[in-house]
Every structure is written in structure tokens, then in C-alpha cells.
């Protein structure tokens, strides 16, 4: 329950921001009032006021609308405050303003808290940077940033700007630039991009780029293409007006010539004001995102509830969305008769002492195998290639090719010969030897979530027609990851304009296609795209930013949920829809031969809004 203060700044917004409903509201409550006490002129003359005051916004509205060729559910409204204005007849007009200014406000009010939810996922973009200046270190804004400046890369920092490496070695995630799960170890005078990680230890860079001209920026104004492109999304309830505006028109006239009075104009006006056609679809989309909200959904628009019902295909990256993202311990191979146990074991043992996060993978796994492990004596890391030491009356070589290039011409001509075997499907691999020989390697993958696999079938059994894994990662990746998860098309090795070309291709076959990615390569797909949905519990502002859906919980399974309370959703307006709309044909016919009064009409069409409003709600 929200405290006394908590609703006050919320009251307070609303009236500044959505001042017609407001007034409109007191307006009728005062003329009301003054109509009970036998004051009617007065009455009359305050309902005037308050119709013309509140209903040249309206129509206002409705005409540039029009103007831009929009052809909107609203023209039956403005038509029915404009014949209440020529007829004197303010009481039915005033109805009509609260109900058609209200409607927006419900449904502007419903898109500002959705969006107000990201306030503190959006937070993610780099914005500041180190600076070395004078022999001290200074903290600017990225715009701030030239090119040949030293900056100081801290643990956990975003690289703000594309530079050179001026350390001797710097550790970096791409995972969400270039979708390659394993992190990359730098070295000095190699080049590292603008919205990658540092896992390591802190590192100097030299700025290469400004930050409008790095990487980041590059996708930033991708993305702001691609949403510029998009086509404008027809409302749910304009799509309806188009030929229930021209019905209504008809029927008006008609009414007129058979009962030659013009205030049957008004009644029919009155009750064919598409209320139901205005209300149904916002409370029901403020339903769905508030009951998606409950769930982690976080649905930014209203359109993009309304586009997921009906989505045809969904496209997925790969890494940090149907998978982990991260690399862990896929399989032990033993060359020399060692149980795979006893290789891990030892291993794992080892490589606690460690920090490399490849080490931590090893241990951890480790960990889940056995109760306890060994310790390490005589530990020694090889920066960027391996460790070494004794595990009891073992010594003990983990790492790359590289680490064994001393150890005798045996040992670095197997593991080479089985490196060039073993790494021709793009898998990361730490050999280990046991005494100077090969013993076995440790084979790392990106890790498939375990509910991708039953998610696919899901979205098959919801009607969706295709799925598709667009990533940057290498080809064979690509395809394993495919079959394990069920998904039936893949493309590899794309930069993110190329992802952007595949969506775009996929939307010229099917109406209807959404993209699920969590990386910054993958912002201006999901811009392109029908509907964006982001993985916003690990992935980047950008991609959030750019979604029109946010996952707050890492569980790419929350798409089917997502499609599933969209179409329950439109199911839930489309019934008010209908409901309303029969309930306005029944009222205009009996008003079209003169028997319904423009007052009674208004109050027989608030009725209906009620029931409309009532059942638009059980889409929570």
C-alpha cells in the first residue's frame, strides 16, 4: 500500500500533466451540485464552461491527427463535443470529455510506469572515466575524453572509449560486444573497445577514439536508425475506428431523416462514442504490465504488448541468452589411463591459489565433484598461459600450448598435435601434465541454460512458426548450441549491422518478429526488430534501452510467459472491444428512431464503460 506521501507527488504530477480530466471532472461535479439545488441555469452555464474548456483540447487533438492521415478512434468523440456545443446541450458533451481525455491519461499514465521501472537498469552505460594528468588521477565525464589521454581501466570498469593496451596484460569480457563467451586475455599495444568488461587487474589504455566515435557510440546510433525505421504501430482500438467511424456517420444521418431532429444526431453521437473502443485496450494493457511486472517482465509500451500476442518468429542470441554466458567445465579427457577424476582432482586442487577466472571454473567444478580439496605447495602462475606445482608427491602443468613450450619436445609436440585437433570446434581447452608427461585435458564451453530446451517446444505449442540463433560467435558453436536447445535456423559470425540485416529479412517474410539478446551487439536488432525483448538482470543498459521489454530475472524461459500475458491481454480488450461496441449498436438504434435522449444516452454509455472497464481488468 502506498503511504499518504508517496500519493501526494503522484497526484500532483497527474494534475499537471493531464489537467483536462481533472477539470473536466470538477466542472460536471460542481454543475451537479448546483443542478440538485435547484440552480439549473447556473448549473448549465458551469457544464458550458467546462465543455468548451475542456473539449478544444480534444477535438483540437483529434484534428492534427487527422491531419497527419491518422485516422483514429477519437473522430466519433470529437464529432458528438462539437454537435453538443452547436445544441446548447452541454451535460452529454461534458461526458464525452471525460471519458475520451481520461482514456489517454489511463493510457499514457499506464506507458510512464512501465518506464519508470528501468530507472536503475539503465544506469549501466559508461559515463565516467579515469584520467592520469600531472601525476594524479582524475575523474571525468567520457565526453570529456581525447584522443592520446592515459586512462585507468579499474576492476569491474567499463572501457569507455576504443584504446591500446599501455599495461603489460589486461583481462577482458566481450561477451556482450562480440558474443564470445571465454574472456580475452590483452597485451600490450593491443586494441580494446568502448562497453567491454575488465575482469582483471587495473590497466592503462590510451584513448584511440573519442566516445562519440568508439564502438559503443557506433551501435548507439545503430539502434537509434533501426528505431527510426520502424513503422508506427496501429492502435488496437484505431483499428476498429476505421469502419465503425463511417457506420456511425451513416447511422446518424439516417436518424435524422426519420425523426427530422437534429439532437438525434447528438444521442446517436452520445452512445456510438467508442468509450469501450477508448478504455478496454489501455486498462487491459495496464493490467497485463502490471501483471507482467509481478512476474519480472518490465513491458515499456503498450504497443509492444499489443505486437508480442502475435508474434510469428523468435530470434535469439546465444551467448548470456540461451546460454550462460560464461565458460565453464564441459568434459575431462584423460591421454595416459588416468581416470578423469583424478585429473580434476588435482587439478581443481591446484588451481585455487588462482585468480584467473578460467581457475575459478576448474575449482568449482572441483568443488561439486568432491567433499574436499588438496593442497597446493610450491604454486606458481605464468601470466596469460598457465600454472604450475605440486600436488603431494605430483608436479603439476595446467594451461595453454604455450606453458609447455619448455618442457621437453614430447610433452609440447603432443599437446600441440592434440590442440589442433581438439580446437577445430572453437572450444577454450587447459591441458594438464602430471610428472612431464600429458595427462588429459580440460575442455571449457558456453554452458546452455537448462530451460531452453522446453522453452523452444513451448513456443512451438503458442503457435510461434520459427525460431532462430543469430550470434557472433564461431560457426561450430553456433550450430551445437542450435541442436542442443531445438532451434532449427542459425547464423554465425555477425557483426551487429549483419543481425540487424537478418531481423530486417525475417520482418519482410513474417508480420510479426521478436528478438531476445542481452549484449551491446545485439541493441540495434532488438530496435529493428517487431518487439525487442532484453535480458536486463545481466545484460547492458543499451540493449535494455533498446528493447521494448525488459527481463529483470536471468531466465530467458520469461518469453513464453511474455507472449503468453500478451495474449491474454489482447483477448481481454478484444471482449471489452466487442461488448462495448454491441452495447453502442443496440443504444444507437434505439436512439436513430428518436427514444433515447442525449442525456439518458450518457448516462446508458457510462454504464457500459463500467462493465467494459470491469472486464478489461481480469487481464491481471
Known amino acids: 500500500m502506498q503511504s499518504e506521501k508517496e500519493r501526494t507527488p503522484q497526484m500532483a504530477w497527474f494534475v499537471k500533466?493531464?489537467?483536462?480530466?481533472?477539470?473536466?471532472?470538477?466542472?460536471?461535479?460542481?454543475?451537479?451540485?448546483?443542478?440538485?439545488?435547484?440552480?439549473?441555469?447556473?448549473?448549465?452555464?458551469?457544464?458550458?464552461?467546462?465543455?468548451?474548456?475542456?473539449?478544444?483540447?480534444?477535438?483540437?487533438?483529434?484534428?492534427?491527427?487527422?491531419?497527419?492521415?491518422?485516422?483514429?478512434?477519437?473522430?466519433?468523440?470529437?464529432?458528438?463535443?462539437?454537435?453538443?456545443?452547436?445544441?446548447?446541450?452541454?451535460?452529454?458533451?461534458?461526458?464525452?470529455?471525460?471519458?475520451?481525455?481520461?482514456?489517454?491519461?489511463?493510457?499514457?499514465?499506464?506507458?510512464?510506469?512501465?518506464?519508470?521501472?528501468?530507472?536503475?537498469?539503465?544506469?549501466?552505460?559508461?559515463r565516467i572515466a579515469h584520467r592520469k594528468k600531472d601525476h594524479s588521477i582524475e575523474e571525468i565525464q567520457v565526453s570529456q575524453i581525447d584522443i592520446g589521454d592515459i586512462l585507468v581501466i579499474r576492476p569491474g570498469d567499463l572501457i569507455p572509449v576504443d584504446g591500446e593496451v599501455l599495461s603489460l596484460q589486461a583481462r577482458i569480457d566481450e561477451a556482450s560486444l562480440t558474443g564470445e563467451p571465454l574472456p580475452k586475455t590483452k597485451t600490450c599495444g593491443e586494441q580494446v573497445f568502448s562497453g567491454t568488461i575488465n575482469i582483471g587487474d587495473a590497466f592503462d589504455i590510451i584513448a584511440a577514439r573519442k566516445s562519440d566515435e568508439s564502438q559503443y557510440s557506433k551501435i548507439v546510433k545503430l539502434?537509434?536508425?533501426?528505431?527510426?525505421?520502424?513503422?508506427?504501430?496501429?492502435?488496437?482500438?484505431?483499428?476498429?475506428?476505421?469502419?465503425?467511424?463511417?457506420?456511425?456517420?451513416?447511422?446518424?444521418?439516417?436518424?435524422?431523416?426519420?425523426?427530422?431532429?437534429?439532437?438525434?444526431?447528438?444521442?446517436?453521437?452520445?452512445?456510438?462514442?467508442?468509450?469501450?473502443?477508448?478504455?478496454?485496450?489501455?486498462v487491459a494493457i495496464i493490467s497485463g504490465i502490471n501483471r507482467a511486472a509481478k512476474t519480472g517482465i518490465i513491458i515499456k509500451t503498450g504497443a509492444g504488448i499489443e505486437q508480442v500476442a502475435k508474434t510469428q518468429v523468435a530470434v535469439f542470441d546465444k551467448t548470456g541468452t540461451i546460454t550462460f554466458g560464461t565458460p565453464a567445465v564441459e568434459r575431462i579427457i584423460s591421454f595416459d589411463g588416468r581416470s578423469c577424476d583424478e585429473i580434476l582432482l588435482k587439478a581443481a586442487s591446484l588451481e585455487q591459489l588462482s585468480s584467473h577466472p578460467i581457475a575459478a571454473m576448474i575449482v568449482q567444478k572441483g568443488k561439486e565433484k568432491f567433499e574436499k580439496l588438496l593442497v597446493p605447495e610450491n604454486f606458481r602462475e605464468i601470466s596469460g598461459a598457465g600454472v604450475e606445482g605440486r600436488i603431494g608427491e605430483d608436479h603439476i602443468m595446467i594451461g595453454a600450448p604455450s606453458i609447455f613450450a619448455n618442457s621437453g619436445a614430447d610433452i609440447f609436440d603432443g599437446v600441440n598435435s592434440a590442440a589442433n585437433e581438439m580446437q577445430q570446434d572453437g572450444r577454450m581447452i587447459a591441458f594438464v601434465a602430471l610428472n612431464g608427461k600429458l595427462s588429459g585435458a580440460i575442455v571449457f564451453g558456453d554452458e546452455i541454460r537448462p530451460d531452453v530446451k522446453a522453452m523452444i517446444q513451448r513456443l512451438k505449442t503458442i503457435g510461434i512458426k520459427k525460431t532462430v540463433l543469430l550470434t557472433g560467435d564461431i560457426k561450430n558453436n553456433a550450430r551445437n548450441i542450435a541442436e542442443q536447445a531445438g532451434i532449427t535456423d542459425y547464423e554465425a559470425e555477425l557483426v551487429p549491422e549483419e543481425k540487424v540485416i537478418a531481423v530486417k529479412k525475417l520482418r519482410q517474410e513474417y508480420e510479426n518478429v521478436?528478438?531476445?539478446?542481452?549484449?551491446?551487439?545485439?541493441?540495434?536488432?532488438?530496435?529493428?526488430?517487431?518487439?525487442?525483448?532484453?535480458?536486463?538482470?545481466?545484460?547492458?543498459?543499451?540493449?535494455?534501452?533498446?528493447?521494448?521489454?525488459?527481463?529483470?530475472?536471468?531466465?530467458?524461459?520469461?518469453?513464453?510467459?511474455?507472449?503468453?500475458?500478451?495474449?491474454?491481454?489482447?483477448?481481454?480488450?478484444?471482449?471489452?472491444?466487442?461488448?462495448?461496441?454491441?452495447?453502442?449498436?443496440?443504444?444507437?438504434?434505439?436512439?436513430?428512431?428518436?427514444?433515447?435522449p442525449p442525456a439518458m444516452g450518457a448516462l446508458l454509455q457510462e454504464v457500459l464503460d463500467v462493465s467494459v472497464i470491469l472486464n478489461a481488468l481480469r487481464a491481471r
Open 17 to 126: 500533466h493531464y489537467p483536462v480530466p481533472v477539470i473536466t471532472l470538477i466542472g460536471l461535479f460542481i454543475g451537479g451540485i448546483l443542478q440538485i439545488s435547484h440552480e439549473e441555469q447556473a448549473g448549465k452555464i458551469i457544464w458550458f464552461v467546462t465543455l468548451i474548456g475542456g473539449g478544444i483540447p480534444v477535438v483540437w487533438q483529434t484534428v492534427r491527427e487527422m491531419l497527419h492521415k491518422h485516422f483514429v478512434a477519437d473522430i466519433v468523440a470529437m464529432l458528438a463535443i462539437i454537435v453538443s456545443i452547436i445544441l446548447n446541450d452541454a451535460f452529454p458533451g461534458v461526458i464525452i470529455v471525460l471519458m475520451q481525455s481520461g482514456g489517454k491519461a489511463l493510457e499514457d499514465y499506464a506507458y510512464r510506469r512501465a518506464s519508470s521501472s528501468l530507472d536503475n537498469l539503465l544506469s549501466r552505460a559508461p
Open 223 to 282: 539502434v537509434k536508425k533501426a528505431q527510426q525505421e520502424k513503422a508506427p504501430i496501429q492502435r488496437l482500438a484505431d483499428k476498429y475506428a476505421v469502419w465503425f467511424t463511417p457506420l456511425t456517420l451513416v447511422v446518424s444521418a439516417t436518424g435524422w431523416l426519420i425523426t427530422n431532429n437534429f439532437e438525434t444526431i447528438l444521442s446517436v453521437l452520445v452512445v456510438a462514442t467508442p468509450c469501450s473502443l477508448i478504455f478496454a485496450t489501455p
Open 514 to 596: 521478436i528478438m531476445v539478446g542481452d549484449g551491446i551487439n545485439d541493441a540495434p536488432a532488438l530496435a529493428a526488430s517487431t518487439v525487442g525483448i532484453a535480458m536486463g538482470a545481466k545484460g547492458t543498459a543499451i540493449s535494455a534501452e533498446a528493447a521494448d521489454i525488459v527481463l529483470l530475472e536471468d531466465s530467458v524461459s520469461k518469453v513464453v510467459d511474455t507472449i503468453e500475458i500478451g495474449k491474454r491481454t489482447i483477448s481481454v480488450a478484444k471482449q471489452s472491444i466487442f461488448v462495448g461496441l454491441g452495447g453502442s449498436f443496440l443504444f444507437m438504434g434505439i436512439a436513430m428512431f428518436g427514444h433515447l
